[in-house]
């Protein structure tokens, strides 16, 4: 089953159970990914979806917290809830060690060696940790690794 038709059955799912909160991450999760394969003109992999369920919940992430700092500790409980609810469409986050490991050997795949190759770690490594880690995160990582 892949993970668009996995989406669809929670889908069905929470319809047949009455659950709105979850009935309503899913569309809007679905509503993305339909997009995404508009703008492609083709359908997506089970990777690209995951790159759209990350996007999504950055984007819920930086929301709850505007309405935190907005004054509404209701609504950003509500947004985690619902980030919380999308990330376990995504395999399991990596380890500190793990992603550590993961760059390392990327960085020896490439022949990479200084900070101007960061572009080429970056585009073979992403592939790799989609999904599992922050893009933000690893561009930390694989700079540390490259200037130190």
Known sequence: MSLKERIQADMKNALKKGDREKLNAIRFLLSQIKNAEIEKRSELSDDEIMGVISREIRKIKEAAKEFHEGGNPERAE????????????????????????????????????SLKDMSRVMKELMPKARGRAEGSRISEMVKKKLTG
């Open 78 to 113: 509500k947004e985690l809830k619902e980030a919380e609810f999308l990330s376990g469409y995504l395999p399991e986050p990596l380890s500190e060690e793990e992603l550590e490991n993961l760059i390392e050997e990327t960085i020896r795949d490439v022949g990479a060696s």
